[in-house]
């Protein structure tokens, strides 16, 4: 949406109407892969008689040929520089082959309309290959990291029919046809019918690309060389000789085909839906296929589908790569970036649609289940998708029952691509709201003890832990666990009283397990009438007793934050959690001695009467969760929080009611950082008061106990 539109607060109709002009004119643009003109990537002018006005890319800008014609201002007047002499018919056609040829390195949108031959899907002769839109889209991608001098890793989450399939496999083609000798590549698609496919694709290709050009210029082809030789008796696997290189084709369902060898590009085909094999996942194909490509530049590893549900190969690798925690780069392509999904409306048709969007903007239902609510398609909208765009949808919506069918196979977004069972807890247009918070960058480092130091574990003694602790201090590090977006403020002789909470998710030690995380909130704004943030974060795999300190230094350093670990983990005798076991009275008692500001479970007069211990920490469990996740949607309803953590918003999209009422994140994601967000903010907001400010007590602990206003059960 343009800037203009964004910061208007009464949208009209008209201001629809000429968002929209806007966007068609965008959508439609010039797009001319011979001249250049609304080509892909950075582009700069050219000019020079005899090649006329062309739009080249930047990497070609510096090189002499280019330099030298620009500084002549024509073809014959740059020949007649470098040759020396008259300049000859054979000269211009030389050097006109020659510039074609430097212009293919660089340019493959042109390479491709010029030189690459297609099936023409509605019929007739072969066509060259001209990028749609989300084509484009999909070769910025890899060319952003191949110019960077990057291996290029992508992850291609897509909706369908826009040739990305195609695309992948031709500019695979490009780099080794015209780019480097030697690169061998492998396919891999889901099954036999796509394999054929595949191959067919490359035939038609090969058999119609110039033969010269597999040389080197003034290189002469043999008589009767052939473009291509089959290799073996299956035809999975031709060489190009005057490439030296070879193009295999293999099938997930036959995992023998799929073994990597001495390949630098590997292109796999519809990962989403590849299923286990006898003694085969996807996991393990892949790993066969894609160990020998090294991380250096001018290698590829493509993996491209559309999405098939969660916790699978597909979802995992997407969601890593979102998370920046992978090689690979994620990239979506959403059903209106595909230009055929949209429907022609007349002035009159496009202005009800427009009045029809305005006036449903917050409507939450549907008036059947056959109809998306007012305010998913003021999303739409708000996404960038046209009137024209959105009245395709509506249509097309009306073949579906539920939500969900539509969205696996026309997904608006890479949330809502992988489609589960559960029902979706938060609301995702107010979590994207939440977004807005997350655009402060952080600074890394370890929250530690300042000075000299001799831990040795646990077992040293409780008097020297609490004074390490009041030498705790922050060393900013790029490697460092923590992220700290504000760190503790601090007035000569005054504070804040109650101001930071430390909340303390527990995970497991291997990798496999849950993720421990600790959060840090600032509560200080509520005294002015403003939200509590996230100040600070940790996430990693620790065992129990090393977790905990980090907490408990965490919390002395924010100004003796009030600490609250999450318990019922600690409590369970479960061995498959991959927790330290039932050890929380032994560990938060020992904490409790070292750290005096702990949370404490409320205790009844019963229980006071009874003589019945304090219990340290959160424990939720069937009567809490509901309860710390109801508080939680209210807070992200309303926007009563500041979020800094994209990925706890991620977590919130994950997060589903199941069929049988229990909550948890879909499967193959993780909701510890949420977790945090729930027991912190319910705390925040309905056990403790409104922090003030004070003057400083000689001993830091005293009177900085959490005030409780009303129990959990009450609540």
């Known amino acids: 949406m343009s800037t203009d539109l964004q910061n208007h607060i009464n949208y009209s109709i008209e201001d629809l109407l000429d968002e929209n002009a806007r966007r068609r004119a965008e959508a439609s643009g010039i797009f001319d892969p011979v001249s250049g003109v609304g080509s892909t990537g950075p582009r700069f002018e050219f000019h020079a008689d005899g090649l006329g006005s062309l739009q080249l890319p930047l990497s070609m800008r510096e090189l002499p040929e280019v330099t030298g014609l620009m500084k002549c201002g024509s073809v014959d007047a740059w020949l007649r520089e470098s040759l020396g002499r008259h300049v000859l018919q054979t000269d211009r056609a030389a050097f006109t082959a020659r510039f074609d040829r430097l212009r293919m390195l660089h340019d493959f949108p042109y390479w491709a309309a010029t030189r690459a031959y297609i099936k023409n899907k509605r019929g007739g002769d072969d066509m060259l290959f001209r990028l749609n839109r989300p084509q484009r889209k999909l070769v910025e991608h890899l060319e952003a990291m191949r110019n960077a001098r990057r291996p290029i890793r992508l992850i291609l989450l897509k909706a369908r029919q826009w040739g990305g399939s195609t695309c992948t496999q031709l500019y695979m083609a490009w780099l080794q046809l015209v780019h480097q000798r030697g690169l061998n590549s492998l396919i891999i698609a889901h099954q036999g019918v796509g394999s054929e496919e ?67 590009l590997v292109h796999c085909s519809e990962v989403g839906i590849w299923k286990k094999t006898l003694g085969k996942t996807p996991e393990q ?28 190969f597909f979802h995992r690798e997407y969601e890593a790569a979102k998370r920046g925690e992978s090689q690979f780069e994620p990239m979506f392509v959403s059903w209106f970036e595909i230009d055929q999904y949209s429907l022609e409306l007349s002035d009159d048709e496009r202005r009800q649609l427009a009045a029809r969007l305005l006036e449903g903007r917050d409507v939450e239902t549907a008036v059947s289940d056959r109809c998306p609510p007012g305010k998913y398609l003021w999303w739409l909208w708000e996404r960038g998708a046209t009137l024209e765009a959105i009245a395709w949808y509506v249509s097309e919506r009306s073949k579906y029952s539920d939500h969900g069918l539509m969205a696996s196979e026309y997904p608006s977004d890479d949330v809502e691509a992988f489609v589960h069972s559960g029902a ?141 670990i999450e318990s019922n983990t600690l409590e369970s005798r479960d061995p498959d959690r991959d927790t330290d076991g039932n050890q929380s009275n032994f560990i938060l008692n020992r904490l409790r001695d070292i750290y005096p500001n702990l949370y404490a479970r409320r205790q ?42 994209e990925g706890c918003l991620d977590e919130y999209l994950a997060y589903e009611r199941r069929q049988n009422g229990s909550y948890g994140a879909i499967a193959g994601c993780h909701d510890d950082l949420l977790m945090t967000r729930a027991i912190g903010l319910h705390i925040i907001f309905h056990e403790m008061d409104t922090p003030r400010h004070t003057v400083i007590n000689s001993n830091p602990y005293e009177q900085n106990r959490c005030r409780r206003r009303q129990s959990l059960a009450d609540w």
């Open 198 to 264: 595949i191959k067919d694709m490359l035939d038609r290709m090969i058999a119609n690309y110039p033969l010269e050009l597999l040389h080197a210029p003034g290189e002469k082809a043999e008589r009767g060389e052939k473009r291509v030789e089959w290799v073996g008796k299956t035809r999975t696997m031709f060489r190009v000789p005057a490439r030296n290189c070879k193009v295999k084709v293999g099938t997930a369902e036959r995992p023998d085909s799929c073994r990597g060898g001495d390949y630098s």
């Open 285 to 312: 194909i892949l790993r066969s296929a894609c160990s020998g490509v090294l991380l250096q530049p001018m290698t590829m590893i493509v993996y491209e589908s559309t999405a098939n549900g969660t916790g699978n």
């Open 424 to 564: 979706r807890v938060f609301d995702k247009y107010k979590v994207e709201a939440l977004r807005e918070g997350c655009r402060l960058r952080p600074e890394y480092g370890e929250i530690d003890i300042d000075g000299p130091q001799d831990m040795g574990g646990m077992h040293i003694s409780d008097t020297v832990r609490r004074q390490l602790l009041s030498r705790v201090g922050f060393r900013k590090m790029e490697s460092g666990g923590w992220k700290i977006w504000e760190h503790p403020q601090r007035d000569s002789g005054v504070r804040i009283r109650d101001r930071y909470v430390v909340v303390v998710d527990v995970g497991g030690r291997s990798a496999k397990a849950d993720w421990s995380v600790i959060a840090v909130f600032d509560r200080a704004p509520l005294a002015e009438g403003r939200n509590p943030g996230i100040v600070a974060q940790w996430r990693g795999h620790t065992d129990f007793d090393l977790l905990a300190w980090r907490a408990a230094m965490a919390a002395a350093y924010y100004d003796e934050a009030l600490l609250v």
């Open 604 to 645: 009844s007069e019963e229980d006071i009467s009874r003589g019945v211990p304090t219990r340290f920490g959160f424990h939720t469990n069937v009567a809490t969760k509901p309860m710390i996740i109801a508080s939680l949607v209210k807070v992200i309803r309303e926007g009563l929080y500041t979020e800094r953590d």
